[in-house]
C-alpha cells in the first residue's frame, strides 16, 4: 500500500468510526499531504520510514520557520495515522510513539468588550439589501453571541431546531456530539423574526417548483447553507458599520465573548465546557484569565489596604 493509500484508508475510518466532521478531514489531509511529499523526496514512505525520519521531518519544519503550533499539528496527524496503521497491522510498530511534540504556545483568546458587542449586535440590523437581509444577519449575530457556538455549528443548523419558539437549541457538534444551549430572549426575538420571513420565501420557492431548504440560513451554494467564508466576510462589515476594528472581529472571537462574559459574571467553567461542547476542561481554563482579573478588580476596590495603597 503506497503513501497516498494509507492516508485515504485512514481518513476513511476518521469519517467512518469517529464521524470526523469534513473540516476535520481537510485538515489531516492537508497535513498528511506534506508529510508525503517530504518523504517521497527523502526516498521513504509511511511503511518504511522510521523514529529518525520522521524527527528530521520535524527538524525540516522547524527550519522553514513553521509555528510551533503547525509542528505540533504536523506531529499529531501524524501519530494518530501510524496508531491506525498500528491497529490495522499495517506496520508491526509505531515509529512515531515516543516522539515529543513541540508543545503549543498558549495565547490568550482574542476577545471583546461588551460595549464592542453591543455595537456589533446594534448595528447588524442596519446592513444588508433587504430586510430579509437584515433579520437574517441580526439572527446570525444574536444567536452566535447567545450561544457561543462554533462557526460551522451556526451555519448548518437545521430549520427543524428554531420551529416552536425555542428557548434551548439543540446543537450537533465536533464528531456528532449534540448538546444543549440556551436563548436569550433578544436571539429569540431575531430568530422569529428570521424564521417568518425565512419561511416566506420557502413558500414561494415551493410554488415556483423548488425544494425548500432544511436549513435554517440557507444558500443556493453547493453546501445548501451559508458558508463559514461568507459569514465571515459579512462579520467584518458589520464590524466596519459598527465602528469596531474589524482586525478584532471574527466569528471565533464572539464565541470568546460569550465565554469570557460568561464567566466575568459569575458562571463556572464546567457549565461553560458544556455550553461550548468542549471535551476536555483544560481547553475552557484558558478563560480564567477573565476570572483572575475579576478577583484582581475586587481586590483592589474593596480591600482596606488595598484602598490605603490607592489613597
Known amino acids: 500500500m503506497n503513501s497516498d493509500r494509507w492516508v ?12 470526523a466532521a469534513a473540516n476535520t478531514l481537510a485538515a489531516y489531509e492537508r497535513d498528511l499531504d506534506a508529510v508525503t511529499q517530504w518523504m517521497a523526496d527523502h526516498g521513504c514512505d509511511y511503511a518504511s520510514a522510521s523514529r529518525d525520519d520522521i524527527e528530521a521531518y520535524l527538524v525540516f519544519c522547524d527550519e522553514q520557520g513553521l509555528s510551533r503550533a503547525t509542528r505540533a499539528r504536523r506531529l499529531s496527524a501524524i501519530k494518530q495515522l501510524y496508531r491506525f496503521a498500528f491497529e490495522e497491522n499495517l506496520r508491526a510498530d509505531n515509529p512515531a510513539v515516543q516522539i515529543a511534540g513541540p508543545g503549543r504556545d498558549k495565547r490568550l483568546p482574542k476577545t471583546l468588550s461588551v460595549e464592542e458587542v453591543d455595537r456589533l449586535l446594534s448595528a447588524a440590523p442596519q446592513h444588508g439589501r433587504s430586510s430579509a437581509d437584515k433579520a437574517r444577519n441580526t439572527c446570525l449575530m444574536q444567536v452566535l453571541y447567545a450561544t457561543g457556538m462554533r462557526v460551522t455549528e451556526l451555519v448548518s443548523l437545521p430549520v427543524s431546531a428554531a420551529r416552536g419558539d425555542p428557548r434551548m437549541l439543540l446543537i450537533r457538534g465536533k464528531g456528532g456530539k449534540e448538546r444543549m444551549v440556551p436563548l436569550s430572549p433578544p436571539a429569540r426575538l431575531a430568530l422569529a423574526e428570521w424564521l417568518a420571513l425565512r419561511d416566506a420565501q420557502d413558500e414561494e420557492n415551493i410554488r415556483n417548483g423548488q425544494t425548500p431548504s432544511t436549513y435554517l440560513f440557507p444558500s443556493r ?91
Open 8 to 19: 485515504g484508508t485512514f481518513l476513511e475510518a476518521m469519517a467512518a468510526e469517529r464521524g
Open 221 to 311: 451554494g453547493k453546501a445548501g447553507h451559508l458558508t463559514r467564508h461568507a459569514f465571515y466576510l459579512l462579520i467584518k462589515e458589520i464590524s466596519v458599520k459598527a465602528g469596531v476594528s474589524p482586525q478584532k472581529v471574527t466569528p471565533h472571537t464572539l464565541r470568546h465573548a460569550f465565554a469570557t462574559h460568561l464567566l466575568a459574571n459569575g458562571a463556572d467553567l464546567r457549565s461553560i465546557q458544556t455550553l461550548l461542547g468542549h471535551a476536555d476542561l483544560a481547553t475552557t481554563e484558558i478563560y480564567t484569565h477573565v476570572l483572575e482579573e475579576r478577583l484582581r478588580d475586587l481586590v483592589l476596590e474593596h480591600h482596606p489596604l488595598a484602598k490605603d495603597q490607592l489613597d
